[in-house]
């Protein structure tokens, strides 16, 4: 009696664990709003850098400055005509390096009023409303009284006087690159990680973990200041998962609505793995 051997089957290919696709969110802190004040620096500096590094007072004898070294070295040899011209207090406020500093502390007061007020949408356009009135009611009543309204102007501007160095410009521009640099290392010491299946919140300087499920999730993105969204497109993600008390909140996300198409994308697809008798053998299932 003759057996035929059976013909083996072929082996089953291994599934090949696919990588996970997700998206980790970081929250920024406030600082990092001042990037446009370190721009603001590096052109003040080379500002600087063009007119020679001047910072003498129009107002002051030329002879002053060449004493304090506020002059380049080519014009510390002064004639009698020089040495006795001076510039009145109005034109001094337009002079190039005045102007600098002027667009250095604007940029700054602007940075830190973004950074310290919270402008939803519909109280900054309430407050452009009220500035644009506020304008008008004054030229207004400069028209029908005839008034001058540019001497009192004129004469706050003529006390201002805010000079610096490039030497200034550049340590404040290389003080906040440095904590920029530090806060962009610093960042993956507590960030999320959103996944198919799961919510990773990593944090600590040891990679602690806490696992949140993604089932049922419900997520909201918030825009709390219309200033904080125009620099760097940041928002608040809100994040709503099910048997746990309260809502995750995450501030300062920048670029709040890619992250908001990507958590959508992410959220449409369940990752099911189908598992096979040599894989589960192998797991001892």
Not at 173 to 184: E, K, S
Request: negative net charge; glycine residues 4%; aromatic residues 12%.
């Amino acid at each position: 009696m003759s057996t035929e051997a059976k013909p083996s089957l072929p082996p089953t290919p291994e599934t090949p664990v696919q990588p996970r696709q997700g998206i980790r969110i970081f929250m920024w802190p406030k600082v990092i709003f001042l990037y446009p004040t370190a721009i603001v620096c590096l052109i003040c500096a080379a500002g600087m850098s063009i007119i020679h590094d001047r910072t003498h007072d129009p107002t002051r004898p030329l002879s002053q400055a060449v004493a304090k070294g506020q002059l380049p070295q080519g014009e510390n040899a002064l004639t009698d005509e020089q040495n006795s011209s001076t510039a009145d207090k109005l034109d001094r406020f337009w002079t190039p390096q005045n102007l600098l500093g002027m667009l250095f502390l604007a940029m700054l007061a602007f940075n830190l009023l973004t950074m310290g007020l919270d402008l939803p949408r519909f109280a900054i356009v309430a407050w452009i409303f009220v500035a644009g009135f506020v304008i008008f009611f004054i030229l207004w009543l400069g028209m029908y009284f005839q008034l001058d309204l540019m001497k009192p102007i004129h004469a706050i501007i003529a006390h201002i006087y805010a000079v610096a160095n490039r030497g200034f410009y550049l340590m404040v521009f290389l003080t906040l690159m440095f904590v920029f640099f530090v806060i962009w290392i610093t960042r993956w010491l507590d960030y999320w990680e959103v996944l198919p299946n799961e919510i990773l919140h990593h944090h600590g300087p040891l990679s602690d973990l806490e696992r949140y499920p993604t089932i049922n999730l419900k997520f909201d993105k918030e825009i709390p200041d219309v200033l904080e969204y125009m620099l760097l497109g940041a928002g608040k993600l809100v994040l709503h998962i099910p048997n746990v008390s309260k809502a995750i909140v995450l501030e300062n996300v920048l670029f709040v609505n890619a992250k908001e198409e990507a958590l959508k994308r992410v959220m449409s697809r369940l990752e099911v793995r189908i598992t096979t008798d040599r894989e589960a053998g192998e797991q001892g299932i």
